[in-house]
């Protein structure tokens, strides 16, 4: 079986008509990280390219690679971030609190439960939860936590097995949707799934953050779909499904938290129509406007690149702070390899030790770090952390310690 096709229809509307949006070239996919013995070994690549729907403007990917070879063993941990721990405990209150607390079954399934960071916060509540969790690896580590979890792909007739023995209050899906090459088939599984006064509730980026921020690096084989309200919207009525809230999140890098629900089981509030007018102030329904963000990421890897170069004119040790997917796709974008970059630091044990795709730096444990401060510079991959990595990197600046921001623009702190 082919590792690789391409789609020839739009995900949310099934229309044949696209406009090439951004050409990120050929890479590895951005998670594939390498051991050693895997340096000498060709790698594979695949275009990264985005395209406009040019009728309900939903913003994609068309070249697929199997979900299988991505996801079944995956070293993304949402353990391994404090930020995102902090943003689950949040999101588990608010849920609970609104949704939950005068129920007397509470059910709660997640898809794409990753090692049940999420889910083990409802436990406290005494919930009844499931989570689904294509990695063996982290479906296992989900276990060990005592969270019941399902080791399959989300699809329509996994949720008529579980809807046999139960349905769900809230269906909880984050950063999931965009994962998803058959929108059709998952949507039908949440309907299915989902009690007839439940509510669906996930997180998804902002198209319109990724336009206004030129955060091109979120674009990787994995993210088939970046969403804005005005192509959900039109999605979920057509499957009889309401948007009736959306909360913006700041985590990674801008996210919104969407709420759905069957048809007239909620009041819906003010922030639907507040998201669609602003969308279409920011031209999200022009096709001009992406092609001038396609202009703009284009000048932003030129600038990136000067500023490297200049960096390293003046004997500068040059490092990547966090071995993210996104830094990945950056990495192979801008052409910045092992020859620039001496390492990579990251917290999460499974990436220590392994080689970036494409770029093959080596990654290491933070606390191995030379301890040369004044001639560093940190480029930081994992930009989206940036507040809570320069306050807790306050030692390394206040020691000459640099860091090189690349998104939206360039700058040196």
């Given at each position: 079986?082919?590792?690789?096709?391409?789609?020839?229809?739009?995900?949310?509307?099934?229309?044949?008509?696209?406009?090439?949006?951004?050409?990120?070239?050929?890479?590895?996919?951005?998670?594939?990280?390498?051991?050693?013995?895997?340096?000498?070994?060709?790698?594979?690549?695949?275009?990264?390219?985005?395209?406009?729907?040019?009728?309900?403007?939903?913003?994609?990917?068309?070249?697929?690679?199997?979900?299988?070879?991505?996801?079944?063993?995956?070293?993304?941990?949402?353990?391994?971030?404090?930020?995102?721990?902090?943003?689950?405990?949040?999101?588990?209150?608010?849920?609970?609190?609104?949704?939950?607390?005068?129920?007397?079954?509470?059910?709660?399934?997640?898809?794409?439960?990753?090692?049940?960071?999420?889910?083990?916060?409802?436990?406290?509540?005494?919930?009844?939860?499931?989570?689904?969790?294509?990695?063996?690896?982290?479906?296992?580590?989900?276990?060990?936590?005592?969270?019941?979890?399902?080791?399959?792909?989300?699809?329509?007739?996994?949720?008529?097995?579980?809807?046999?023995?139960?349905?769900?209050?809230?269906?909880?899906?984050?950063?999931?949707?965009?994962?998803?090459?058959?929108?059709?088939?998952?949507?039908?599984?949440?309907?299915?799934?989902?009690?007839?006064?439940?509510?669906?509730?996930?997180?998804?980026?902002?198209?319109?953050?990724?336009?206004?921020?030129?955060?091109?690096?979120?674009?990787?084989?994995?993210?088939?779909?970046?969403?804005?309200?005005?192509?959900?919207?039109?999605?979920?009525?057509?499957?009889?499904?309401?948007?009736?809230?959306?909360?913006?999140?700041?985590?990674?890098?801008?996210?919104?938290?969407?709420?759905?629900?069957?048809?007239?089981?909620?009041?819906?509030?003010?922030?639907?129509?507040?998201?669609?007018?602003?969308?279409?102030?920011?031209?999200?329904?022009?096709?001009?406007?992406?092609?001038?963000?396609?202009?703009?990421?284009?000048?932003?890897?030129?600038?990136?690149?000067?500023?490297?170069?200049?960096?390293k004119g003046k004997n500068k040790i040059i490092?990547?702070?966090?071995?993210?997917?996104?830094?990945?796709v950056l990495l192979n974008y801008c052409q910045?390899?092992?020859?620039?970059?001496?390492?990579?630091?990251?917290?999460?044990?499974?990436?220590?030790?392994?080689?970036?795709?494409?770029?093959?730096?080596?990654?290491?444990?933070?606390?191995?770090?030379?301890?040369?401060?004044?001639?560093?510079?940190?480029?930081?991959?994992?930009?989206?952390?940036?507040?809570?990595?320069?306050?807790?990197?306050?030692?390394?600046?206040?020691?000459?310690g640099k860091f090189l921001i690349p998104i939206?623009?360039?700058?040196?702190?």
């Amino acid at each position: 079986m082919s590792r690789y096709k391409f789609r020839k229809t739009c995900r949310l509307c099934s229309n044949r008509k696209f406009k090439l949006v951004l050409n990120l070239g050929h890479q590895p996919p951005s998670n594939s990280f390498l051991s050693k013995n895997q340096l000498k070994k060709p790698e594979q690549k695949f275009p990264l390219r985005l395209y406009l729907c040019k009728k309900c403007y939903h913003i994609q990917l068309l070249d697929v690679i199997d979900k299988k070879y991505l996801f079944s063993n995956y070293l993304y941990m949402t353990s391994a971030s404090k930020p995102i721990i902090d943003h689950f405990q949040e999101y588990v209150n608010a849920i609970y609190n609104k949704f939950l607390k005068n129920k007397q079954e509470k059910i709660v399934i997640e898809i794409g439960s990753n090692d049940g960071t999420l889910l083990r916060n409802f436990l406290k509540y005494d919930v009844n939860v499931l989570g689904i969790e294509p990695a063996k690896n982290l479906a296992r580590i989900s276990r060990k936590s005592k969270i019941k979890t399902e080791n399959s792909f989300f699809d329509y007739n996994l949720a008529k097995r579980i809807s046999n023995e139960k349905k769900a209050d809230v269906i909880i899906a984050n950063n999931i949707l965009g994962h998803v090459d058959n929108l059709r088939d998952f949507i039908r599984g949440i309907r299915i799934l989902l009690k007839e006064n439940g509510i669906f509730v996930f997180e998804v980026p902002h198209s319109l953050k990724l336009i206004k921020n030129l955060e091109f690096d979120t674009i990787y084989h994995e993210h088939l779909s970046y969403f804005s309200i005005i192509s959900l919207r039109r999605w979920l009525r057509k499957n009889q499904l309401e948007i009736f809230n959306i909360e913006k999140q700041d985590v990674h890098g801008g996210t919104i938290r969407v709420f759905v629900s069957k048809k007239n089981k909620f009041k819906k509030k003010n922030s639907v129509e507040d998201f669609i007018k602003q969308e279409k102030g920011n031209g999200l329904n022009n096709i001009q406007t992406y092609f001038k963000f396609s202009k703009d990421v284009e000048n932003l890897k030129f600038l990136l690149q000067k500023k490297i170069k200049i960096l390293k004119g003046k004997n500068k040790i040059i490092f990547g702070y966090g071995a993210s997917a996104k830094g990945n796709v950056l990495l192979n974008y801008c052409q910045i390899d092992n020859k620039i970059l001496d390492f990579i630091t990251d917290t999460t044990v499974l990436k220590q030790g392994k080689f970036t795709p494409g770029t093959k730096i080596p990654i290491i444990n933070p606390k191995n770090r030379p301890k040369k401060d004044p001639m560093m510079v940190g480029l930081l991959l994992a930009w989206n952390y940036k507040n809570a990595i320069i306050e807790n990197e306050k030692k390394y600046l206040k020691n000459g310690g640099k860091f090189l921001i690349p998104i939206p623009k360039p700058i040196l702190i």
